[in-house]
Structure formats: structure tokens, C-alpha cells
């Protein structure tokens, strides 16, 4: 394991990386490795917060641990299935991405379904997962004004992310499309649809 490994309370370890590719590889590793004691594992966009039960483990056992998971590349095993969102790409800023980028429409769609999209980490609003695709970034620049509100299910990018809106919120990342899935549900174990670690599909929804 190449992360700093700190401890974060008497009841958690905060593992730093250098890159967010090596938290996705390591979140993975950890997952997969099932560790006596962890609790829950929350992912940043450097970071990794392993919280664990003082009764199973301790933070030198965990240290111990920790240092003999294998990450694994790319995020996920190639048994992974993804879930597929289906998009309406009708989105606001389609023809501004294009604009930028120099990609029809067409083109644009074409690269966002043509990939797999693995969630890196949640924040910004519960169920707002950070999607990073394994085709080569846009490195799409935020709007210069954000929107007081962006719709629900608005499906967006800004950086090398993108994005599913799950409720109405302010926003300044570009709308390219819209989808029907729910993003969040309390109905749901986990409520988040993408929690770190999930693989997505988008998909050009039916007309």
C-alpha cells in the first residue's frame, strides 16, 4: 500500500493517497478483502476514512491489515456488471460541451455511452456520486454563472466527472441529458443507487 496511513479518532484510520486512481484501486481492494472490524469505508477524492469496531480490531491490527491489500486496477473485477441509466441527451449545455470539445452532438453521445463509469466517491448532496469513465477525460471547465437550480436526474460533467443530480439543487456542472432513475431513495439498502466502488453504463434512452 502506498497511502499515509493516520488515525482519525479512536475509531477510524484515514489512509491519504497521491492520486484518485489509487483510491478507487484501493477502495476496491479493501472491499474485496472483507477486513475483521471494518465498519464502513467512505471515499474522497484522495482519501480513504476506514472506521472499525474497537471490539474486533485495533488500529495497529488494522494498520497490519491495511498494508496487505492488493488494489485492484481499475476500480473493479471484470465480473463487475454495471447498472445501466438510461439518458435523454437533450440536456442545456449540449451544444456548449460541443462548442468546447469540437464534438457534434452525436459524437459527444457517442463517448458518453460508449464507456463504463466507476462512482470514485459521494458528496455535494446525498446520492451525488463522482463518476470517472475509462475512456480519456474532457477536462470540461464548469459553467462561469451556476444555476440556482438543476433539476433532478439531470445527468452532467465538470473535470473529469460525471454526474446524475439525484434531487433539485443549485449547480454548476454542464447538463448534457436527463434520466429517470432515481439516484437516491430511502426505500433502498443502501439508498445511494452508486455508492464507491459502483460501475455505470449510461445508455441513449428510447425514443
Known amino acids: 500500500m502506498t497511502g499515509d496511513v493516520r488515525s482519525a479518532g479512536s475509531a477510524a484510520l484515514l489512509v491519504t493517497f497521491e492520486s484518485l486512481d489509487e483510491v478507487v484501486a484501493f477502495h476496491a481492494g479493501l472491499t474485496a478483502a472483507s477486513l475483521p472490524g471494518v465498519t464502513e469505508v467512505v471515499s474522497g477524492a484522495r482519501t480513504l476514512l476506514v472506521r472499525f469496531d474497537r471490539g474486533a480490531t485495533d488500529a495497529g491490527r488494522l494498520r497490519t491489515d491495511l498494508a496487505r491489500v492488493r488494489p485492484v486496477a481499475g476500480g473493479h473485477r471484470d465480473d463487475d456488471e454495471p447498472i445501466v441509466v438510461p439518458v435523454t441527451y437533450d440536456g442545456d449545455d449540449l451544444d456548449a460541451v460541443g462548442s468546447i470539445t469540437g464534438m457534434t452532438r452525436e459524437a459527444l453521445v457517442a463517448w458518453h455511452t460508449g464507456q463504463v463509469w ?21 477536462d470540461l471547465p464548469r459553467r ?3 444555476r440556482t437550480v438543476v433539476p433532478s436526474g439531470a445527468v452532467a460533467l465538470a473535470g473529469e466527472f460525471s454526474a446524475v443530480y439525484p434531487r433539485p439543487s443549485p449547480g454548476g456542472w454542464q447538463l448534457i441529458g436527463r ?16 455508492p464507491a466502488g459502483t460501475r455505470i453504463r449510461f445508455v441513449r434512452a428510447a425514443r
Open 118 to 138: 466507476t462512482s470514485a466517491f459521494c458528496g455535494f448532496a446525498p446520492g451525488f456520486s463522482y463518476l470517472t469513465g475509462t475512456s480519456p477525460s474532457l
Open 179 to 194: 434520466t429517470d432513475v432515481a439516484m437516491w431513495s430511502v426505500d433502498r439498502d443502501p439508498p445511494a443507487l452508486a
Open 144 to 146: 462561469t454563472t451556476a
